[in-house]
């Protein structure tokens, strides 16, 4: 497992469930089922567009996954409260977006 200066893997086909773990530890971050509900869902739309998805997506399946009509950025930011960038793309193995914000 290869990662960038800012801790983002090289190569997304590099991760799995332990490095995710490990790279949630470097987070300080203990994965609930909430939190791999949001990393799969971000692993499948991976696998299926090749590109990380926007937040808006991750913040719809975390709705949806609780059962709740709508879920709000503030639900992501409980889940990864340094950012959806920073943490969950960094945990779910996706390469560092280069034209999102750090948000």
Same mark, same amino acid.
């Given at each position: 497992? &290869?990662? =960038?200066?800012?801790?983002? $893997?090289?190569?997304?086909? =590099?991760?799995? /469930? &332990?490095?995710?773990? #490990? $790279?949630? %530890? /470097?987070?300080?971050?203990?994965?609930? /089922?909430?939190?791999?509900?949001?990393? %799969?869902?971000? %692993?499948?739309?991976? /696998? !299926?567009?090749?590109?990380?998805?926007? #937040? !808006?997506? #991750?913040? +719809?399946?975390?709705?949806?996954?609780?059962?709740?009509?709508?879920?709000?950025?503030? =639900?992501?930011?409980?889940?990864?409260?340094?950012?959806?960038?920073?943490?969950?793309? +960094?945990?779910?193995?996706?390469?560092?977006? %280069?034209?999102?914000?750090?948000?």
């Amino acid at each position: 497992m &290869q990662l =960038d200066a800012e801790g983002y $893997l090289l190569d997304p086909a =590099d991760w799995n /469930e &332990q490095v995710a773990e #490990a $790279l949630a %530890r /470097e987070e300080g971050i203990a994965l609930s /089922e909430e939190h791999w509900a949001v990393i %799969r869902f971000m %692993r499948e739309y991976y /696998e !299926r567009h090749h590109i990380a998805p926007d #937040a !808006r997506h #991750a913040i +719809k399946h975390l709705a949806e996954y609780k059962g709740a009509g709508k879920a709000g950025r503030n =639900d992501l930011f409980v889940l990864f409260p340094y950012g959806y960038v920073k943490q969950a793309c +960094k945990i779910a193995g996706m390469r560092r977006p %280069r034209a999102w914000s750090t948000g």
